[in-house]
């Protein structure tokens, strides 16, 4: 007797798609809770002297890599400083809350007025502009007038930007020093 063969049926797979969707939205929900885009749009900048033995390199191959950084802070002469502090609280955190304005005669205090930090600006800018315009004319002509800025470490950069954008349409050089809350802020 001879044993007709049928044809099997062809065979489905079966993935199961319902636990993979719901991992992929895990990670998501993941990746999404824990991105901070403030992160992303600041960074600190590790900055350093050449030292005091090595001369000034001519060209870029005559700089030594191995040579030690000048940790020495530099006395440049400045003809006033700005001193930027910034908000405490877990609202206004980064945002600048006064600027301390200092020559020669004494150190003055600008604040803004307005509601909230934004309009703050605005005349804390003016202020600021209308203080340098009248110590520029002492530097003298043909010398270019510096100001000594500081800020605090929890400033956003972007605000410290701000007020430099300042300083330099007046016709201001910045020079940084150390952030006053994190020690000695310099001569």
């Not at 099997?8 to 319902?18: F, H, M, N």
């Not at 969707?21 to 929900?29: G, P, S, T, W």
């Not at 005091?52 to 060209?59: F, N």
């Not at 007046?170 to 001569?187: E, R, S």
């Amino acid at each position: 007797m001879a044993y007709k063969r049928t044809a099997d049926r062809p065979v489905e797979v079966q993935l199961p798609i319902t636990p993979m969707l719901d991992m992929a939205f895990q990670l998501m929900f993941f990746f999404l809770a824990t991105f901070n885009p403030s992160s992303s749009k600041e960074g600190q900048m590790e900055m350093a002297f050449s030292s005091r033995s090595d001369r000034a390199a001519q060209k870029a191959q005559d700089v030594d890599p191995k040579s030690e950084p000048n940790k020495e802070s530099l006395d440049i002469s400045s003809e006033c400083s700005v001193n930027i502090r910034g908000f405490r609280d877990a609202v206004n955190r980064g945002e600048v809350s006064a600027l301390t304005f200092g020559t020669a005669a004494g150190e003055e205090e600008i604040r803004g007025t307005g509601p909230d930090p934004k309009e703050q600006r605005k005349g804390r800018d003016a202020q600021l502009k209308e203080k340098l315009a009248g110590v520029k004319p002492a530097a003298g002509e043909g010398k270019v007038a510096t100001v000594r800025v500081s800020a605090d470490s929890n400033v956003r950069w972007e605000n410290v930007m701000q007020i430099m954008d300042v300083c330099y349409k007046v016709g201001f050089q910045v020079n940084f020093v150390k952030p006053p809350d994190l020690g000695n802020a310099g001569p």
